[in-house]
T-cell receptor
Framework: AQSVTQLDSHVSVSEGTPVLLRCNYS??????LFWYVQHPNKGLQLLLK??????LVKGINGFEAEFKKSETSFHLTKPSAHMSDAAEYFC??????????FGAGTRLTVKP | GAVVSQHPSWVICKSGTSVKIECRSL??????MFWYRQFPKQSLMLMAT?????????EQGVEKDKFLINHASLTLSTLTVTSAHPEDSSFYIC?????????????FGPGTRLTVL
């Protein structure tokens, strides 16, 4: 069975500083991994996805994530946080039948 | 890009009544749709997988007689919460898998907030 663990329920950074949101996965197969963002009262938005191509994946809004098989990790990073990045972030793994398993989420707070 | 809509966006109902939530893929056909439930400040939990023209597949612990899913067309899946109770109050989100079958082309609706009084 596939699952993901988001290691931090809440991350707080200052505007302009780097962002690191951690995610570890467990999968019986070669996984496909995603990061989604959910702003208050809005739908889920796909930030980026890993599908067994390049291990460093670049997404929207300056986010990127690196797939590390040896560490079973797929951490999300951004060099410089912006106030608009404040939201809930979900790490997701997809199983063979396409259903998605979501992590518990990490709430990102950006301080001015 | 692909758009998935949900209707209504929010609903308030009395305990014991039934509520229907619609999920539509607006510009693509979806043979498979998923229904999720999200409690406040928690993650999404998959409730069921809805396949067009066949019975939905429910996750363990989800009552199929309480959460009725119908996927009668390639663009519409409905979730009916029957005999709703306050504990059913939640945020329900659907997603649709693009018709190509590529498993990474899953698009999410904006969600429906259900409050049962």
């Amino acid at each position: 069975a596939q699952s993901v663990t988001q290691l931090d329920s809440h991350v707080s950074v200052s505007e302009g500083t780097p962002v690191l949101l951690r995610c570890n996965y467990s999968s019986s197969y070669s996984p496909s991994l995603f990061w989604y963002v959910q702003h208050p009262n809005k739908g889920l938005q796909l930030l980026l996805k890993y599908t067994s191509a390049a291990t460093l994946v670049k997404g929207i809004n300056g986010f990127e994530a690196e797939f590390k098989k040896s560490e079973t990790s797929f951490h999300l990073t951004k060099p410089s946080a912006h106030m608009s990045d404040a939201a809930e972030y979900f790490c997701v793994v997809t199983s063979l039948n396409n259903d998605m398993r979501f992590g518990a989420g990490t709430r990102l707070t950006v301080k001015p | 890009g692909a758009v998935v809509s949900q209707h209504p966006s929010w609903v308030i109902c009395k305990s014991g009544t039934s509520v229907k939530i619609e999920c539509r893929s607006l510009d693509f056909q979806a043979t498979t749709m998923f229904w999720y439930r999200q409690f406040p400040k928690q993650s999404l939990m998959l409730m069921a997988t809805s396949n067009e023209g066949s019975k939905a597949t429910y996750e363990q612990g989800v009552e199929k007689d309480k959460f009725l899913i119908n996927h009668a067309s390639l663009t519409l899946s409905t979730l009916t919460v029957t005999s709703a109770h306050p504990e059913d109050s939640s945020f329900y989100i659907c997603s649709a898998l693009a018709g190509t079958g590529s498993w990474d082309e899953q698009f999410f609706g904006p969600g429906t907030r259900l409050t049962v009084l």
